[in-house]
């Protein structure tokens, strides 16, 4: 019913207010009851406009994850197209696991407005206040096991051009797979393999995007940042899933394609510390190198005076010898 509303309203935007009576002989319910959604509407974060004689005018969708919003916007073919939207999870990794082992489809997003034990990688946890984009995705593409595992890096690039080209920022991917702003970390990513390699490649991939609230809720010892810190305002949480959704299909489709070149590229021209030297932090050893590059398998290259040595993503954290400041 409340969808069926928000089609009504949508529809006759351009002719500004839409009567009670007529809603409610459209949908054949009472006008109280016309009322009490657009009560609940205005309680979601849509801005809906009343006037005694005209009736209702819809004046501005949410910020915050809605369902109905999300679908306005959403242009992907796949991803997204069964959606799950939960108001809490324990994480939406381990939710989307679940579904995956049900048998869940190509592109099932989950979506929660807070998580409770969010993790990031090594069961370290990922604090996920309200306001934030905290998402999950299956995936079962057409891809061998070896280039499933590139799509932790296809999300970091969808991720990063996203909000590059959303929100006009400076936005760089810390190897393996954080996002950071002002080399504080704004995003991170976490793939996740789930169920039988042998038969469909089924692969989970989590989003955390620090967007509509304060930095300042997260533990004092987290480097991170949101977007609310950096831009001042709120962003339309809706709008960004779609992009989001949107770059990263492309993403699963050149990669399915086999063009594994473009998107070591890609990731490369937004990798903090290219060509600089970085430490690797390893099992409590660090390895000093300049940073040269990934692999096609997304393995670390660091050159040591003239040795190239690689390192996979495992237990790994590289840290950046100087302050990055792009030319
Ligand atoms: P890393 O590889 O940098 O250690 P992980 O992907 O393992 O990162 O993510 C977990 C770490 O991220 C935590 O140990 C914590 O320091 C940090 N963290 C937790 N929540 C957030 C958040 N919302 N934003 C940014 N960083 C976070």
Sequence with gaps: MRNKILDILKNQQREEFVSGESISQALSITRAAVWKQI????????????????????????????????????????????????????????RIKDMARQGGEHGTVVIAKRQTIGHGRMQRVWESPDGGLWLSLLLKPRLSLGDAAKLTLSAGVALAQTLQDLYRLEVRIKWPNDIVIQGRKIAGILGEVAGEWNTVQTLILGIGVNANFSGQTLSPKIPAITLQDILGHEVNLNHLTAELLFNLEKEVQSLEQGDVQGLIQRWTSFAVGINRPVRIEKAGISYGGIFKGIRENGELVLDQEGQEITFSSGEVSLRAEEQYSPE
């Excluded at 969708?61 to 997204?80: F, K, M, S, V, Y």
């Design 39 to 94: 009560q609940g509407l205005k309680e979601a974060g849509y801005e809906i406009e009343g006037q005694t004689k005209k009736g209702y005018r819809l004046v501005k969708i949410p910020c915050a994850i809605d369902l109905w919003a999300l679908q306005q916007e959403l242009r992907t073919q796949a991803l997204g197209r069964q959606l799950f939207l939960f108001e809490e999870l324990p994480s939406t990794n381990d």
